[in-house]
């Protein structure tokens, strides 16, 4: 009797044992589903993988998901919004003056700059403009219609201005605000000893006797269509002995070595006074005006639209006197083009002290 109960009680715990047994087998492979799930790489496929409120909210804490929140956008109305103006320029001085005048000028509007100046050339900063690595920079009239358009030669000022204004809008988004007086056009020097020597007074002298004479040039010219290209189209000739590139800021010194005859040359460069060098008239006309302007791209005009208002007001004090000016600060009297643009402006009363 007593072995009966016994084995009785002993097949109750044996049936127990095998219940208990086969409810945690059943347990194993939800338990083992939430690894899966958990190490799913993406947010949206781990949203996916579980109705839990767990999962999507942690999902939310993803950098793109938490930057794209309806309260964010529509705080900003704008992607440049809250972020640095990014102000560039050129690599030669007169355009490290200017986008510095920006800079500065800006900064005292209250708006937050970030400076990328001495880029590079057109086709680079143009480049940078459209991605949106900064934001505007000073270009020239003449450069935007023949070097980013493509578009032919023209000489009227206001209908340059015009028509680089209204494409640069249709095609790029990018807004010119007023051209300033200044006009640095192309030109080509040389110094009084060899234009006495060889008779140059034009560029038509020059075309004939180029044969005999050195060109210091600068990256661009050589295939620019206002460049040798242009020169040989409209004046023939200007088949020089050499031509030889040098940095920007290293042509006149090769003029004035004698290592170059003639030299690639812009109308308000400092060193034309400094160096008392001769600028051979353009008497056939090529070159079209070349004003310059603050080139801005539209999203940060929207985000910041006083800067029109604060660069437009610049503008107009900016001219071919003033620039040569500073240029020769900077480049003859080894002055900081910072220095020189926040004492200018501070001269004039644009900047307060």
Partial sequence: ????????????????????????????????TAPAAAATDTPAAAAAATNTTAPAAAATDTPAMAGATPTTAASSGNSAAGKKVVVSSKNFTEEEIIGEMYALMLEQAGIPVERKLNLGTSDIAQAALLKGDISLYPEYTGTGLTVILKQPVMNDDQAVYDKVKQMYKDQFQLTWL????????????????????????????????????????????????????????????????SVDIFDIGLKYKALLDGNADVAVAFSTDGAIAGDNLLVLEDDKKLWPPYHVAPVVRDDVLAAYPQIADVLNGLSPKITNDMISALNWEVDGKKRDYADVAKEWLTNQGLLKK
């Avoid at 084995?7 to 044992?17: D, E, K, P, Y």
């Fill in 1 to 32: 009797m007593k072995r009966k109960r016994w084995a009785l009680i002993a097949g109750l715990f044996l049936t127990l044992s095998m219940l208990l047994t086969a409810c945690g087998a059943e347990a194993t492979p939800t338990a083992a």
């Fill in 178 to 241: 007023d051209q300033s007086p200044m006009n640095d056009t192309q030109a080509l020097a040389t110094t009084h000893a060899v234009a006495d020597k060889y008779g140059l007074k034009t560029l038509s002298d020059l075309s004939t006797k180029a044969k005999d004479l050195r060109l210091a040039s600068i990256p661009e010219f050589q295939d620019r269509p206002d460049g040798l290209p242009g020169l040989k189209k409209v004046y023939g000739g200007f088949d020089f002995k």
